[in-house]
């Protein structure tokens, strides 16, 4: 990899390294705003529940307590100067002085809760009334109760009395209550306004995580794409090199050693005819052995030649090829072989016309030694941007799971690694090899591939 690659690798990484904190910060970022903003409004409903709302209740008792310390009184005075019988039970000053009492306590707790100045203040004014109040009370009450009572006197003071009661109603009502629901109001807007900045921010925030994930996940796809295309050009890349080497080689095994073993074979012979038939028959033995063991070095010659790569494949294409190894399979096998030809030429690059003869060579090897088929299908077809290559026989079949599954440790096991590496080379040339197997239902192999572009005007 060339520095310029390498620098630009670098800073992709640390992008990518400065996305990913950008990311986790702005994940902690909206945590914190959520349980900020939760803690926030926690905090508001705790003071109106402990605060506002306990007040304006307090209110409320005081201005019904001072409702009951009014009629008391009245009542009080109906019975004792009217002499109004039926007030009689409704005038008890016990009960008057119980409204008091009540009234002072809610007082007390209405004072805990004045956390402003403002209610502080109106605290002490609600303290001043009602102890004004209670002091007119008792006034009336020590009138009321003396002898020779002035009725007319004992009126104008239930109306001044009165008078201070409403006063007192107004301030507690019209003043202090209205102040009290206009902080709760301000509590309630300040927090729906809260909660909508909180919902806004919260929103944004988990955009722009979102975007950023995004962007990030479309950068880490894009490497990873990258990377992955760059190892499957590797591969490529090697197996073409490594089929070039397996040419070459195949070339010059045929080409210079059985050529090599041809003239010796023809020195051999011209030896042997050169040897007086007179002379022992021994030394003529030993050359149609050497002579022997010479064709056979050829044939073995022609055999490697032929595995390391098929001049076939060169000479004639891929459908030749194919006609020719159909043909050889089926003399050796003894089965009947049926080889539908695509109806157009093909042009295909190398390496897939070499994939696809590997397949056939594979699937007949396999069923030569194991699948005792008696009828073999081989389909090569062009299906729209691709093309497919279909082996199908008759035999015995396998559990494939089953067989992708074992160790691999035994000699049979080969027709696995087989399969599975020529599926991978399938996948790597962008294709996909698809086999269809079971116990006494035979095996069906299915590869497609890519029309890829040919090399020059070379015809496969």
Aim: net charge neutral.
């Amino acid at each position: 990899m060339t520095p310029y690659l390498l620098l630009m690798k670098s800073l992709r990484e640390k992008k990518l390294l400065i996305a990913f904190g950008v990311f986790f910060v702005l994940t902690v970022a909206i945590a914190a705003i959520g349980i900020r903003q939760i803690y926030h409004l926690t905090n508001t409903i705790q003071e109106l529940g402990q605060r506002y709302l306990p007040r304006e209740q307090l209110i409320l008792k005081i201005k019904i307590n001072n409702a009951l310390y009014a009629m008391g009184i009245r009542n009080y005075a109906s019975w004792r100067v009217s002499k109004y019988l039926q007030f009689a039970s409704m005038g008890d000053i016990d009960f008057v002085e119980k409204i008091i009492e009540e009234t002072s306590q809610h007082l007390a707790a209405y004072t805990a809760l004045a956390n402003t100045p403002a209610h502080q203040e109106w605290a002490q004014k609600m303290t001043e009334s009602i102890d004004e109040m209670a002091s007119m009370g008792d006034k009336l009450i020590e009138v009321i109760d003396s002898e020779g009572v002035d009725e007319q006197k004992v009126n104008k003071l239930i109306m001044v009395f009165q008078e201070r009661i409403h006063k007192m109603d107004e301030l507690l009502m019209d003043t202090i209550s209205k102040a009290n629901l206009k902080d709760i109001e301000r509590q309630l807007h300040a927090a729906n306004v809260q909660k909508e900045i909180s919902i806004l921010i919260l929103i944004v925030s988990l955009a722009a995580s979102l975007l950023l994930g995004l962007m990030i996940s479309v950068v880490v796809y894009k490497g990873l794409r990258r990377e992955r295309q760059r190892r499957e050009f590797l591969v490529q890349k090697m197996i073409r090199m490594e089929e070039e080497e397996r040419k070459n080689l195949s070339r010059q095994v045929h080409d210079q050693l059985s050529q090599d073993l041809s003239a010796l074979k023809i020195h051999l012979e011209l030896i042997g005819k050169d040897i007086d038939p007179q002379q022992r028959t021994e030394q003529k033995d030993r050359i149609e052995k050497s002579r022997k063991v010479l064709v056979r070095l050829i044939d073995k010659g022609h055999n490697i030649s032929e595995l390391l790569r098929p001049p076939e494949l060169d000479d004639l294409g891929l459908v030749e090829s194919l006609d020719e190894l159909v043909l050889e399979h089926q003399e050796i096998t003894g089965g009947e072989y049926t080889y539908n030809r695509p109806d157009q030429d093909l042009l295909l690059p190398p390496e897939q016309s070499l994939t696809l003869y590997r397949i056939v060579q594979e699937a007949f090897t396999n069923i030569a030694k194991y699948a005792q088929a008696t009828h073999v299908i081989v389909d090569l077809q062009v299906k729209g941007e691709h093309i497919q290559l279909t082996v199908e026989d008759d035999g015995e079949g396998f559990d494939y799971k089953k067989y992708t599954k074992r160790p691999k440790r035994r000699r049979e096991d080969t027709v696995q690694l087989g399969l599975q590496g020529l599926r991978e080379r399938v996948e790597l040339l962008g294709g996909k090899l698809t086999i269809k197997t079971a116990p006494k239902k035979g095996t069906k192999l299915i590869a497609e591939l890519p029309m890829g572009a040919p090399e020059g005007d070379r015809r496969y």
